[in-house]
């Protein structure tokens, strides 16, 4: 920035000293086609950043290789098997969801403020998690179907523990979407 207004002055000054008094063009206008298309830059060394933390991704890590995942079983309220998948151990079961274009929709975007990425699973699987926070109970209590073994999908990291469990969906779920678009995750 100083380098820019350094060179901004000094065409200013070499400016006044070569345009005549009578002159008719405008000092600022004379001054715009003397300076350089480009200005001058500050090295990179002495800019400035933000933040010096790593990004991050939005969403799970992929479908893992075949052989290598987590086993899941997704089903329907009514017993009825939609599909077994494989998950990444640290994804959510909505990112698995969204990976295998499964039916949770997720409408808040896993920001947990609404209830569409209800499950219900395994006694076993639900008492091995920690406890659902204030803010997840919150939620749960607007989801349709609850059960004693009910979580919101977008709260639940996969576990090499969870391999071969069983994720029931609920049979509907509350959203206030009225117009019957789902949300597609980005």
Not at 57 to 68: D, V
Request: proline residues 5%.
């Amino acid at each position: 920035m100083v380098a820019s207004f350094r060179l901004a002055s000094s065409a200013l000054r070499s400016l006044a000293r070569t345009t005549p008094a009578s002159s008719t063009a405008s000092p600022t206008i004379a001054l715009r086609r003397s300076l350089p298309t480009r200005l001058v830059s500050l090295p990179i060394s002495s800019a400035r950043s933000f933040s010096s933390s790593p990004s991050t991704n939005h969403g799970g890590k992929g479908k893992p290789k075949a052989g290598e995942g987590i086993k899941l079983t997704f089903k329907k309220s009514n017993g009825e098997i939609i599909e077994t998948v494989e998950a990444n151990e640290g994804d959510d079961i909505v990112d698995v969801s969204w990976e295998y274009d499964l039916d949770i929709e997720a409408a808040c975007e896993k920001s947990v403020a609404c209830s569409t990425c209800h499950v219900i699973l395994e006694d076993k699987v639900y008492d091995s998690l920690e406890e659902p926070d204030d803010d997840e109970n919150d939620m749960l209590d607007l989801a349709f179907g609850l059960t004693d073994t009910s979580r919101l999908g977008c709260q639940v990291k996969v576990t090499k523990e969870m391999d071969g469990t069983t994720i029931t969906l609920p049979s509907a779920t509350r959203n206030l979407r009225v117009d019957g678009s789902k949300p597609t995750h980005h």
